[in-house]
């Protein structure tokens, strides 16, 4: 029986079920100290003085002065420190690190710093720092604007979101011969070892150890390279293993979250629906630092103009700094931001065509043959029209429409598409390879891919025993160790199974023509072991130019139709979910329950985003960073899901799969925004608290 | 202090208004125990004491004085609540199922999905949407340890 396709044990689950998977709180090493990180406690200004208020018997303590390297966390820019020298730029930020044996005495240990404070900025708006802009032109937009029968404009807002991943940010870092070895919970192993050698500098080797992770959702993307240097720094001085494990509060007030935006929208269409001009600025609340904010800004601009065909288009995008911690990658990367616009204003302009919203989306939703915003031409495994067609049809969606009419209940609908992989020539930059080792009883994949709980190794394990036609139980996953495995890229941009997994997939068919016919057993017998490993080819047929933004963003998109249906308390304006139906087409799906998971998990995380998730800033700080006042949706928040999985297989992909981690992530916000508006409420911005839609019901 | 865990007598040196979790996780070595928040509102810590699910990073150890505790370890490897778990994936991280599992073992006979959802309203998790875990939950309870129906049209 294949493996693929079907619904294998997980390769992590037992572990996982029993409580013996080791995450990083969970591992000590002899003469281990705990660390913890000083932060800044003003938004923007310069260090004056610090004094060090305790005993300093037993502890180590590291400032930017022991850094052996460059005070740098490298990554797309180098402009933020590893530790704060004089400038501070964002509330929460390090400056100075200590460690102790006695986790009790660390906390106690008590340090006054005193600032020479400057006026913060933190409203968007007003920033003059650009960090990144995107322009996007396709065709006359200013011609078709004034030619169009209606022009319909609007400016949508979406606020801070939080990963709450439950395991917070933990790293361990361990001296070993000549050098360092820091295990951690992470997402890009390759990721910290770069940001590792820069700060240690060419004389300290280093190797990097993902350790079970427990979630991630991109908020282990690019932070864990900070906490894994501060971890090292403090262990190279003293010489002996450091941990630094987050609480909630600091992971919540220090780390990445996604970022705000504000994206205004002004669309030209004609009487019978069609879109003739689009004209959008995107906006995105970068924070402090660069980090990752130009690549969000991206793929935010890449997806503006929803999934549908105009020929006019003009997509204008900036990601400016500000004095809040940076915001960083949030599973969608942009795109949950930039297709609640869209699709917020794709209902308002079928309120003003006075027009069904279903049949405004079918009138213009991309199909293949078509052409993006930048100029891709779509292949057949485009499927807007099949994911909206069974999504209204499963529920209803036109006669509850009218049915709910004049009752508390209201149903919207959202239709989205994911591009999977990274974006352009991301991956051709990236080289990313794989590897697969013979061993005695099967195989080994060897990659630095990581298991964040999305089925990593699994859906890998399936692909690779399909592909070389042995049993899944004889493929086993190297844990992802930076001085074992290849570097495969970062698990982030929903690469994992459609870029990796066929690496991996062509290694397989490599290793199977040089076995000859024998078992990887008997050939590891007879001969011993051998290696496959390759890198990755893209489609032949991708043209992307950086310059210009035109051509292939993406070699596929995944596609997706959201439909919400929930109640509203006309008195607290509390909204209930009652049933989110999510009909989504990624290729095929590897692993249907795991999938089925990545949609459920990716949905609820998206209504949270929608309905509950506020993140309050007060003086540029977090000022809600507790589970107690940051609600996520709990079983009683999270409504009856219906799930469909359709399928339209990817020709470049594994066994025809494509990326499905953020898709899910892109409709809930728009779907339920519409479902509001179907009861009256012009909502235009989320999270839809009910202070907001109080507010809206006033307006 | 002096309890019963997992079955077995122990006896650890712990300040009375030690956290319980601190007790398993650091004097007794189980790790299986998870801290997600330290305010009682994730569940990751949930624990079973004198057969009641606990947060016990809420709970002071001298609370758990001549108590019997049990943790996800105390099941051992053959629960099969903890085999329908792994099935129907309802641990994709895992840090948020051991106890998730320490949770759903308080539940009555018979539960409806309603039960479910009550029973697990304070553990929280932020991978799977929770489906999966009412799916391996009401399996358990019904007996049916048949492999998961996911599938794709």
């Not at chain 1, 969970?26 to 281990?32: E, N, S, V």
């Not at chain 1, 932060?39 to 060090?52: E, F, H, N």
């Not at chain 1, 740098?72 to 390090?94: F, G, S, T």
């Not at chain 1, 991301?426 to 709980?453: M, Y």
């Amino acid at each position: 029986m294949p493996a693929v396709g079907s619904n294998v044990a997980r390769k992590d689950g037992i572990g996982k079920a029993t409580g013996r998977a080791l995450y990083a709180d969970d591992l000590t090493f002899p003469g281990m100290l705990h660390g913890r990180t000083v932060r800044s406690t003003i938004p923007c200004g310069r260090v004056r003085d610090i004094k060090l208020e305790f005993d300093q018997a037993g502890f180590t303590i590291a400032d930017h002065r022991d850094i052996p390297g460059r005070n740098v966390v490298a990554l797309i820019e180098d402009d933020q420190p590893l530790l704060v020298e004089r400038e501070v730029r964002h509330a929460a930020e390090p400056i100075l690190l200590l460690a102790h044996e006695n986790a009790e005495v660390l906390r106690a240990a008590r340090v006054e710093i005193t600032y020479d404070e400057q006026e913060p900025l933190f409203d968007p708006e007003l920033s003059t720092g650009l960090l990144k802009q995107i322009a996007i032109d396709k065709g006359d937009v200013d011609a078709a604007l004034s030619g169009a029968d209606l022009v319909v404009e609007g400016t949508y807002r979406t606020g801070h979101q939080e990963h709450v991943y439950i395991e917070t940010n933990g790293v361990i870092a361990v001296p070993e011969s000549g050098g360092i070895v820091v295990y951690g919970s992470l997402q890009c192993p390759f990721y910290a070892l770069k940001a590792l050698k820069g700060m240690l500098g060419p004389n300290v080797s280093v190797r990097v150890v993902q350790t079970e992770t427990g979630g991630g959702f991109g908020g282990k993307e690019e932070y864990p390279s900070m906490i894994a240097g501060h971890a090292a720094l403090l262990a190279l001085k003293s010489g002996r293993p450091v941990k630094i494990i987050y609480d909630r509060v600091e992971d919540m007030v220090a780390t990445t979250k996604r970022h705000p935006s504000i994206v205004r929208h002004r669309t030209g269409v004609a009487r019978d629906g069609k879109l003739v001009a689009m004209d959008i600025d995107v906006l995105l609340d970068g924070g402090a630092y660069v980090t990752l904010s130009p690549v969000v800004l991206s793929r935010g601009c890449i997806h503006a103009a929803g999934p549908y065909r105009c020929e006019n288009t003009r997509i204008h995008g900036r990601a400016v700094l500000t004095n809040t911690p940076p915001n960083g990658a949030f599973r969608g990367f942009g795109a949950p931001q930039t297709e609640f616009a869209a699709e917020v204003h794709m209902d308002r302009i079928a309120e003003a065509l006075g027009m069904d919203p279903v049949e405004l989306r079918a009138i213009n939703a991309l199909a293949p043959g078509d052409t993006t915003a930048t100029g891709q031409r779509l292949r057949e495994d485009a499927s807007a029209r099949l994911v909206l067609d069974e999504a209204v049809r499963r529920t209803d969606f036109r006669h509850k429409r009218e049915a709910y009419r004049g009752t508390n209940k209201g149903i919207g609908l959202s239709l989205f598409y994911h591009g999977a992989g990274f974006t352009g020539s991301g991956e051709q930059h990236l080289r990313p390879r794989a590897r697969l080792d013979l061993t005695p009883t099967g195989v080994r994949i060897a990659v630095g891919s990581t298991e964040i709980g999305q089925g990593t190794r699994t859906m890998h394990a399936q692909i690779v025993a399909d592909a070389l036609c042995i049993p899944y139980e004889s493929v086993e996953v190297a844990p992802p160790d930076t001085s074992v495995v290849a570097d495969s890229g970062p698990t982030v941009a929903s690469r994992t199974c459609m870029v990796v997994g066929k690496i991996l997939e062509e290694c397989a068919h490599e290793m199977r023509a040089r076995l000859a016919g024998s078992t990887p057993a008997a050939h590891y017998a007879e001969h011993g072991p051998f290696s496959v490993e390759r890198g990755y080819e893209p489609p032949d047929w991708i043209q992307w130019d950086d310059a210009t933004y035109r051509g292939d963003a993406y070699a596929t998109f995944a596609w997706g139709c959201d439909v919400a249906e929930l109640e509203l308390d006309p008195d607290t304006y509390e909204v209930r979910p009652i049933k989110l139906t999510a009909v989504q087409e990624f290729g095929r799906p590897i692993h249907p329950a795991l999938a089925l998971g990545q949609i459920e998990g990716g949905t609820a995380q998206g209504l949270g985003y929608a309905l509950l998730e506020r993140v309050v800033m007060k003086n540029g700080a977090m000022a809600n960073a507790q589970l107690t006042n940051y609600v996520i949706p709990t079983t009683l928040d999270t409504p009856e899901m219906d799930v469909v999985m359709v399928e339209n297989r990817y020709a470049g992909g594994p066994f025809g799969a494509k990326g499905l981690g953020e898709l899910p992530m892109d409709g809930p916000g728009p779907a339920v925004a519409n479902a509001l508006r179907h009861l009256g409420l012009d909502v235009r911005e989320i999270p839809a608290t009910p202070e907001l839609l109080a507010e809206c019901a006033s307006r | 202090m002096r309890f019963t865990l997992n079955g077995h007598v122990e006896e650890v040196d712990a300040p009375p208004a030690a956290r319980l979790l601190d007790v398993l996780r650091v004097n007794c070595g189980l790790t299986g125990t998870k801290e997600g928040c330290g305010e009682g509102e994730c569940g990751a810590c949930t624990v079973l004491l004198d057969g009641a699910p606990v947060c016990s990073c809420l709970v002071p150890a001298s609370q758990a004085e001549d108590a019997a505790v049990v943790t996800i370890e105390g099941l051992g490897d053959e629960h099969p609540l903890q085999h329908l778990f792994m099935n129907e994936v309802g641990a994709q991280c895992g840090i948020c199922t051991p106890g998730m599992i320490m949770a759903a073992l308080a539940l009555g006979p018979n539960p409806t999905l309603d039960d479910v959802k009550t029973a697990l309203a304070g553990n929280l998790c932020r991978c799977t949407g929770y489906g999966a875990i009412y799916r391996a939950v009401l399996k358990w309870k019904a007996g049916d340890m048949s492999p998961p129906s996911a599938a794709s049209v």
